[in-house]
């Protein structure tokens, strides 16, 4: 079955801790995203990436790093920088590879709360 | 500069009523439109999309969507909401380098 997995569904982090959100797809996809969600304010692009070993900072980057070691591995590291990470993140994929933007498929989320 | 704006933040419809959500995008180009529904706690799922031709979009779970160029609109609709249908809709348009940008969403509650 393809699609796109985040593991943990639910984080807890003490203020001052990094914690490394997981994003896994099987859909062949060249493109990656994370975006951050908090209620009324929609999807915020945090990072994204085309191809491997390749990202571009999104709209909120700051405090937050990823890596693209592997086409179907995007994981994404909230750092103590980030000042206010009690969100829900979201990860998605795309084909990529064209000069427009193709669907977007998303996974399941991850909570993260600080304590 | 593109954008979505999505100008309802809630709508509430009895369960059998018909639904439209408006969605109003801004771009150069032609847009390739998207809708996505999430359920609390749950990640966003595709419903229809809009890349060319025909104007009127068939989706998933009787949605449907009609692309209108002059009005830089691309609403979505359903003839008869159901109690299921209750959940965030988001709007999304898709950009040239794989870019996109979507709306803030709008909350659906349904009243039996």
């Known amino acids: 079955d393809g699609g796109i997995t985040q593991s943990p569904k639910y984080l807890f982090r003490k203020e001052g801790q990094n914690v490394t959100l997981s994003c896994e797809q099987n859909?062949?996809?060249?493109?990656m995203y994370w975006y951050r969600q908090d209620p009324g304010q929609g999807l915020r692009l945090i990072y994204y990436?085309?191809?491997?070993?390749?990202?571009q900072k999104g709209d909120i980057a700051e405090g937050y790093s990823v890596s693209r070691e592997k086409k179907e591995s995007f994981p994404l590291t909230v750092t103590s920088a980030q000042k206010n990470p009690t969100a829900f993140y979201l990860c998605?994929?795309?084909?990529?590879?064209?000069?427009?933007?193709?669907?977007?498929?998303f996974g399941p989320g991850t909570r993260l709360t600080v304590l | 500069a593109q954008s979505v704006t999505q100008p309802d933040i809630h709508i509430t419809v009895s369960e059998g009523a018909s639904l439209e959500l408006r969605c109003n995008y801004s771009?150069?180009?032609?847009?390739?439109l998207f809708w996505y529904v999430q359920s609390p706690g749950q990640g966003l799922q595709l419903l229809l999309k809009?890349?060319?031709?025909?104007?009127l979009v068939q989706g998933i779970k009787g949605f449907e969507a009609e692309f209108k160029r002059s009005q830089s609109s691309f609403n979505l609709r359903k003839p008869s909401v159901h109690w299921s249908d209750a959940a965030e809709y988001f709007c999304?348009?898709?950009?040239?380098?794989?870019?996109?940008?979507f709306g803030t969403g709008t909350s659906l509650t349904v009243i039996p």
């Open positions: 998605a994929s795309s084909t990529g590879g064209s000069a427009r933007a193709d669907t977007q498929y």
């Open positions: 859909l062949n996809h060249d493109a």
């Open positions: 990436s085309q191809i491997v070993n390749d990202f």
């Open positions: 771009y150069g180009a032609t847009p390739y």
């Open positions: 809009y890349f060319s031709g025909d104007t």
């Open positions: 999304a348009v898709g950009s040239t380098g794989n870019q996109f940008y």
